[in-house]
């Protein structure tokens, strides 16, 4: 008599426990993906997704709103910090601060004239967009001495 090479029903797994077991196995690959691509890493998403500051990384300036005046010093708000934070810059004899004029548009074919002018600490006003400078890495301070502050304005 010729044995029979065909399994018994007793071994196989029945087709309908197929389909749950292999919804089960790609949940818990689809688990896995996602817990390795929400891990914590140290880098600052600001409102721009195109730019990500690493807390890691030297930061030498800073583009902001001049918020208030007080003394010689300047409370900024820059909106690429956390939650729209507040620096303040401090300046000295040594702060280089200077206005950059820009034209709002230029005849056809003509390049832009720019003039840059020394200014006065005295000149900065509340609502001015600067950018202030350090030759320090500034990155994680609140408060830092500036070497430069520059306010663009457009003419």
Same mark, same amino acid.
């Given at each position: 008599m010729?044995?029979?090479?065909t399994p018994s029903?007793?071994?196989?797994?029945?087709s309908?426990?197929?389909?749950p077991?292999i *919804?089960?196995?790609?949940l818990?690959?689809?688990?896995? &993906?996602v817990s390795l691509?929400e891990?914590?890493n140290?880098? +600052?998403? =600001?409102?721009n997704?195109?730019?990500?500051?690493d807390?890691g990384?030297?930061?030498?300036?800073?583009v902001?709103? *001049?918020?208030?005046?007080?003394g010689s010093?300047l409370q &900024?708000q820059v909106?690429?910090?956390?939650?729209?934070?507040? +620096?303040? =810059?401090?300046t000295d004899?040594h702060?280089?601060i200077?206005?950059?004029?820009l034209?709002?548009?230029?005849p056809?074919g003509?390049?832009?004239?720019?003039e840059?002018?020394?200014i006065?600490?005295?000149?900065l006003?509340?609502?001015?967009? +600067?950018? =202030?400078s350090?030759?320090n890495?500034?990155?994680n301070?609140h408060?830092?001495?500036a070497?430069?502050?520059?306010?663009?304005?457009?003419q």
């Amino acid at each position: 008599m010729a044995k029979d090479n065909t399994p018994s029903e007793s071994n196989l797994v029945p087709s309908w426990l197929a389909i749950p077991i292999i *919804i089960v196995i790609a949940l818990i690959v689809w688990l896995i &993906i996602v817990s390795l691509n929400e891990q914590p890493n140290n880098k +600052i998403e =600001v409102n721009n997704p195109q730019i990500v500051i690493d807390e890691g990384d030297p930061i030498y300036s800073y583009v902001g709103i *001049i918020t208030l005046i007080k003394g010689s010093t300047l409370q &900024i708000q820059v909106p690429t910090l956390k939650e729209k934070g507040i +620096i303040y =810059v401090n300046t000295d004899n040594h702060t280089s601060i200077t206005r950059l004029s820009l034209p709002k548009s230029s005849p056809h074919g003509q390049k832009l004239k720019t003039e840059r002018e020394i200014i006065t600490f005295n000149n900065l006003q509340v609502g001015d967009n +600067i950018t =202030v400078s350090s030759n320090n890495n500034i990155n994680n301070k609140h408060s830092f001495v500036a070497d430069r502050i520059e306010i663009r304005m457009a003419q």
